[in-house]
């Protein structure tokens, strides 16, 4: 089992930044893909971005290239959604999940709680 608690959320006005924190706990997880999930009110929920653990390789949704860079301190077991320029379309939950496949953008067996970030215009 992997435990997974994100923070990091809050208000901020459009044009900010946030940075988000995932932290994991539980089994090893060094072979795990970390990847960061949002939901908007009335939305389903939609993938952001992903990190691989062992190469730090990552990848993210057009929504957000370039917006949200994803990093990763494995002496921490923590990983980091930057988001920088955010706009009132980026409001939404914020969920970190863990899964052991390479960069999956679905179906990833752990989650989080999730945490609120709420952008104002």
């Known amino acids: 089992q992997v435990q997974l608690v994100e923070s990091g959320g809050g208000l901020v006005q459009a044009g900010g930044s946030l940075r988000l924190s995932c932290a994991a706990s539980g089994r090893t997880f060094s072979t795990y893909t970390m990847g960061w999930f949002r939901q908007a009110p009335g939305k389903e929920r939609g993938f952001v971005g992903a990190?691989?653990?062992?190469?730090?390789?990552?990848y993210y949704s057009e929504s957000v290239k370039g917006r949200f860079p994803i990093s990763s301190d494995n002496a921490k077991n923590t990983v980091y959604l930057q988001m920088n320029s955010l706009k009132p379309e980026d409001t939404a939950v914020y969920y970190c999940?863990?899964?052991?496949?390479?960069?999956?953008?679905?179906?990833?067996?752990?989650w989080g709680q999730g945490t609120q970030v709420t952008v104002s215009s």
């Open positions: 990190v691989g653990w062992t190469a730090g390789t990552t």
């Open positions: 999940a863990a899964d052991r496949r390479l960069l999956p953008r679905s179906g990833y067996d752990y």
